[in-house]
């Protein structure tokens, strides 16, 4: 059993167009947890779920051995950060933060010290006294987490949380999150669309689209080994086409060029792809795993070129570095090493 577990959810707002179906989540203690995915694929509706906002249609969501699923969003003792980081212009850093302690009813001491380390962890004592128009982005955003953290949540619910910053600033805020949550040990879960933001802070990853979680494991994973291809086509592979297995390793497509592929799959037929940065443009046919294709088009990528490749197949998308870069018209070979196709 893990410390959070959403089991067999189910939502519809008209009793037959299902935006969560038999979403099934488990969350360990301690873990950082994004929910990825495109507009409208379920995740902010998942969090809302999590949050108390709305109630699910059936299914339950447990918390510490907990069911928590019928009970109203302001009894859940959890810290929330939305897009908009919602501080009361008219109060300082502190008051800002101090706010949930204060409606509970804390003595002044209790709030001043709980205030004064939450400020010290997320590095804002010097700005204690400060209003948030004073302040940047980065730090306003720093205001609202410390202001959720304060009040030692059960949960951390982050939707989308950077998506107001700057790139840069993201980046750098991004780490701060990670911090902070590794520091204080919180259980945390994170909505966003953005897969590189995702990868870079989280233990694991549920990859979701159409209100179903299609994979559900660690960045690295997910990265290297997407499970479908709705995965893989979200986190950047390209280059979709059909083989079947002729013993072993050995595939070949509907064409028959041959391809030593070392996913290991059962299957005898099945999807595979590769990502245009791990196809190799060679002047020369290989035999095995190589396509020759004619460069159609061809754009500047600052340290690459990225071609569109006509083949048998089909246009296949490449990134290749080269001092000399292959024109239009030019026939290429495409080599594709077989450590790098993926089978979905």
């Not at 804002?124 to 949540?153: C, D, I, N, T």
């Not at 060029?257 to 996913?263: K, L, S, T």
């Amino acid at each position: 059993m893990g410390f959070v577990e959403l089991k067999n959810i189910d939502l519809s707002y008209d009793g037959s167009k299902y935006i969560l179906k038999d979403l099934n989540l488990t969350i360990e203690k301690g873990e950082l947890v994004s929910l990825l995915g495109p507009s409208g694929c379920g995740k902010t509706t998942t969090l809302r779920i999590i949050a108390g906002l709305i109630n699910p249609n059936s299914g339950s969501f447990i918390v510490d051995g907990e069911n928590l699923t019928n009970v109203p969003v302001h009894k859940r003792n959890f810290g929330m950060v939305f897009q908009s980081y919602a501080l009361f212009p008219h109060m300082t850093v502190f008051d800002n933060v101090a706010f949930g302690l204060k409606n509970r009813k804390m003595d002044k001491n209790t709030i001043k010290e709980k205030v004064g380390r939450i400020l010290e962890v997320t590095d804002l004592s010097q700005f204690a006294g400060r209003f948030p128009k004073q302040m940047s982005g980065g730090q306003r955003q720093r205001v609202a987490l410390a202001r959720a953290l304060v009040v030692e949540p059960k949960l951390l619910l982050l939707d989308e949380p950077l998506s107001n910053l700057d790139a840069k600033l993201r980046i750098s805020m991004r780490t701060e999150i990670k911090r902070i949550q590794q520091k204080l040990g919180i259980t945390t879960v994170f909505v966003t669309h953005d897969q590189e933001e995702c990868f870079s802070i989280s233990d694991k990853v549920a990859v979701m689209n159409n209100g179903d979680i299609e994979q559900y494991d660690t960045p690295e994973n997910i990265y290297k080994y997407p499970s479908t291809e709705f995965v893989a086509r979200f986190i950047g592979f390209d280059n979709f086409f059909n083989v079947e297995k002729a013993n072993y390793h050995n595939y070949k497509d509907i064409f028959g060029h041959q391809f030593v592929i070392d996913y290991e799959d059962s299957r005898t037929q099945a999807v595979a792809t590769i990502r245009p940065d791990d196809i190799q443009v060679v002047p020369e046919d290989s035999n095995m795993n190589s396509i020759k294709g004619i460069v159609d088009v061809r754009t500047f990528l600052g340290d690459s070129y990225q071609y569109e490749i006509k083949t048998e197949l089909g246009k296949i998308n490449v990134n290749h570095k080269s001092e000399k870069p292959y024109q239009q018209g030019d026939a290429v070979y495409l080599l594709m090493p077989s450590n790098k196709i993926i089978l979905v």
